[in-house]
């Protein structure tokens, strides 16, 4: 059972890529091709000799091929036991054949669903026999090597050639366990289009959660943790796992999780004014959008230059050389951008740690699915955060009503609160984060900090004034009680956005009157733990 020799294999593929090439070198070391349908045709016109499955099981194909290799002349080739007297004599009485080597890629279902097909054409391509074969041939992989991806076309070959035609049970084995990674993965895609795309179910009664192509990370979190980074199976949406890195070291583990969060920020002002987000910890650190992007990065650089040491950056533009040049000024971990200019190209090459992606395009911070998180026994699932508000949503609820650009700044405030973790302030005056308070335990802590930040930023940078003085202030959540928004007061507010909600608003909103504060309520909240 250690070594096996290939001398019959069947070849049944939707992706006929390699597939002439396989065939070829096959057949050149006797190998007996079996096949069908598209598979053997496109064998047949390359000049290799074929034989059918119809003529291997002595039945015809039917009802449109969805009935061709469900046979017990092709199942007990594959399954039966080669050192078992009962399986052989069993073989023998009913002219069943060895299958040694199975060559299967299933139907396109994915790629179906991608290009919108309607109903009946998905479910045709629902793969049946595929699977079957290719679960048989793994289960059996003592005496039978399955390949179901054409990248190991070439490593089968180099097995065969190192093992005189033969191939080794590690090798089966290795193989065996890909095969069912691809039809667990491949039964997952079609029990997620039926639970939500065909029934409509948000959260079906089985979630399946995968990934495929592990990239096995230095480490985790910390060095004793180990870690991989997945990309996942079936549609999804591009960001940091589909960018090219251009140039710098190995992504780690904490780039990858900082870098997702500076992208889907940076999205967020898709299509508007440029904008530069710097985020350390998963957390903001500094947002701006300018006339030039060049100018974005000053003002969000300004917000705190401390914390911006080491820190991911992204924009949610072309990456020009002036702010390439500027943003290379500092220590900086990621820059990543939807395009980077040959010119900030030329200026990142000299910081050859730094890592430098290219997205090609940006998130949508609209878009649905689910956010899943992992507890001790369980997952807790949750649809994303997409929601967000218009200036049309908001209700002002003092006396004062805040003046359009200190709605343009709690607007601003409020979409970077939202990228914040909880409890979030955050302040903002002219399309520039002023302080941000971040993960407190309380609120009024999150405003005293963020002042705190900006007060640090005034006396760095020489002002005459915080820019906190005339600044909107956002809280992720309501203000609970009347001391964060007093804190936030103290630090020169003068407009407040807060989703509404507490039991104490009346408390709050007369704690903003008498402070001379504009406030809006939004209705929505967005807690980020």
């Not at 001398?7 to 096949?35: C, N, Q, W």
């Amino acid at each position: 059972m250690t070594s096996t020799t290939i001398k019959r294999a069947l070849l049944s593929v939707s992706d006929k890529e390699g597939l002439v090439e396989l065939g070829t070198a096959l057949a050149a070391r006797g190998v007996e091709l079996v096949s069908t349908g598209g598979t053997a045709r496109a064998l047949r016109e390359a000049g290799l000799e074929v034989r059918d499955v119809s003529d291997l099981t002595g039945f015809p194909e039917m009802m449109d091929g969805r009935v061709k290799t469900l046979h017990p002349k092709v199942h007990g080739g594959l399954l039966a036991l080669r050192d078992n007297d009962d399986h052989v004599a069993s073989m023998k009485e009913h002219e069943i054949g060895a299958i040694d080597l199975v060559v299967v890629n299933l139907y396109p279902f994915e790629a179906t669903v991608m290009r919108g097909a309607e109903r009946p054409e998905i479910i045709e391509n629902i793969d049946i026999g595929g699977p079957s074969m290719v679960r048989s041939a793994a289960k059996n992989h003592g005496f039978v090597t399955i390949i179901t991806d054409p990248a190991d076309y070439g490593t089968l070959l180099v097995e065969l050639e190192a093992n005189d035609g033969a191939t080794s049970l590690e090798f089966r084995k290795k193989m065996a366990a890909r095969a069912f990674a691809a039809t667990a993965s491949y039964d997952s895609m079609i029990s997620q289009w039926f639970g939500f795309a065909d029934q409509q179910q948000m959260f079906p009664e089985f979630l399946a959660v995968n990934g495929k192509a592990p990239q096995v990370l230095r480490y985790g979190e910390n060095p004793h943790q180990m870690a991989a980074f997945y990309t996942p199976t079936g549609p999804h949406v591009a960001g940091v796992a589909q960018a090219e890195q251009l140039q710098g070291k190995e992504l780690s583990y904490n780039n990858l999780n900082d870098a997702d969060a500076a992208l889907e920020l940076a999205a967020e002002f898709a299509g508007g004014d440029p904008a530069v987000v710097i985020v350390k910890h998963a957390n903001p650190c500094g947002v701006a959008q300018g006339a030039s992007l060049l100018d974005a990065w000053n003002d969000a650089l300004q917000c705190d230059s401390v914390s911006a040491f080491g820190g991911i950056v992204a924009v949610n533009t072309e990456l020009d050389g002036a702010t390439a040049e500027a943003i290379a000024s500092i220590f900086t971990e990621v820059v990543i951008a939807p395009k980077v200019s040959a010119e900030a190209r030329e200026v990142f090459a000299a910081k050859k740690n730094l890592r430098l992606l290219e997205c090609g395009t940006l998130p949508d911070p609209r878009r649905g699915g689910l956010a899943v998180k992992t507890i001790a026994g369980g997952l807790l699932v949750q649809s994303r955060d997409n929601g967000a508000v218009t200036e049309a949503d908001l209700k002002i609820v003092t006396k004062r009503e805040p003046t359009p650009q200190e709605l343009k700044d709690c607007l601003f405030a409020w979409t970077v609160a939202r990228h914040v973790k909880s409890n979030a302030i955050v302040y903002a005056k002219d399309g520039a984060t002023a302080g941000i308070g971040a993960g407190q335990m309380n609120r009024r802590d999150s405003a005293r900090i963020a002042a705190i930040k900006a007060q640090e930023a005034a006396e760095t940078y020489e002002w005459a004034a915080a820019k906190t003085a005339g600044s909107a202030v956002a809280s992720d959540a309501f203000f609970p009680f009347a001391d964060g928004l007093i804190a936030a007061a103290e630090a020169g507010a003068t407009a407040v956005i807060q989703p509404g909600g507490s039991i104490r608003d009346d408390e709050v909103i007369a704690a903003a009157d008498e402070a001379g504060l504009a406030m809006v309520f939004t209705g929505m909240r967005h807690f980020r733990h």
